[in-house]
């Protein structure tokens, strides 16, 4: 069975940081890229960072120098760093496992966790 995990996610004030975290089970872990998605209320849902089997990484422009995604294969987990935490940083995170194999494609979903940044 197939598992993402979110966790790390919280209420900071503006400025603040947090370490979100992905552990993943089920999968052949280190062959998968990764997104970091982001959903506010009323929004469409956003991808934030990539980091793909290989370990390049990809940004949205609204979190480029504040965001860092990163993998640890040997944990099965993925982490995104979030520095200077802004109140339009807040939403639900998630992450997604996605694979492509010849024609077939693989993509997971974990249930989230919630970023608030509020004064």
């Known amino acids: 069975q197939v598992q993402l995990v979110e966790s790390g996610g919280g209420l900071v004030q503006p400025g603040g940081s947090l370490r979100l975290s992905c552990a993943a089970s089920?999968?052949?872990?280190?062959?998968?890229?990764i997104d970091w998605f982001r959903q506010a209320p009323g929004n469409q849902r956003e991808l934030v960072a990539t980091?793909?089997?290989?370990?390049?990484?990809n940004y949205a422009d609204s979190v480029k120098g504040r965001f860092t995604i990163s993998r640890d294969n040997a944990k099965n987990t993925v982490y995104l760093q979030m520095n200077n935490l802004k109140p339009e940083d807040s939403a639900v995170y998630y992450c997604?496992?996605?694979?492509?194999?010849?024609?077939?494609?693989?993509?997971?979903w974990g249930q989230g966790t919630q970023v608030t940044i509020s004064s």
């Open positions: 980091i793909t089997s290989g370990g390049s990484t």
């Open positions: 089920g999968i052949s872990f280190s062959r998968y890229t």
């Open positions: 997604n496992a996605v694979l492509s194999v010849t024609t077939i494609g693989y993509s997971y």
